[in-house]
């Protein structure tokens, strides 16, 4: 079956660039019709999408966190990677890789996870 695995440093400095990277297995980011997002949670609320990147390669972020975030893929690597730059503490969460079939902006409609990996910004 489909797995998803992020991996990363688990502590960020404040004003650095948060790098996470998700490793898909049993099956391919260029399968029509999946989409891969990230999402994640700050302790205390809620899940927050943050973006994500199609089946063919477009990209979608969410509007609050569009100018710092950039994902990419490595489709030799079965692997799409989150970057969120200039990051303070407010993003301290855990961080999940997720897919749904087509772009989905609410959080709740993945149906696929990661196990998440805590980052904390702190100096």
């Known amino acids: 079956q489909v797995q998803l695995v992020e991996s990363g440093p688990g502590l960020v400095k404040p004003s650095q660039t948060l790098s996470l990277t998700c490793t898909v297995s049993?099956?391919?980011?260029?399968?029509?019709?999946?989409?891969w997002a990230w999402i994640r949670q700050p302790p205390g609320q809620d899940p927050e999408w943050m973006g994500g990147i199609r089946y063919d390669g477009d990209t979608d972020y969410s509007p609050p966190l569009r100018s710092r975030t950039s994902i990419s893929r490595d489709t030799s690597r079965n692997q799409f990677t989150l970057h969120l730059s200039s990051v303070t503490p407010e993003d301290t969460a855990v961080y999940y890789c997720?897919?749904?079939?087509?772009?989905?902006?609410?959080?709740?409609?993945?149906?696929?996870w990661g196990q998440g990996m805590q980052v904390t910004v702190s100096s």
């Open positions: 049993g099956g391919s980011l260029t399968a029509y019709p999946y989409y």
């Open positions: 997720a897919r749904a079939e087509g772009l989905r902006t609410i959080a709740n409609a993945y149906g696929l």
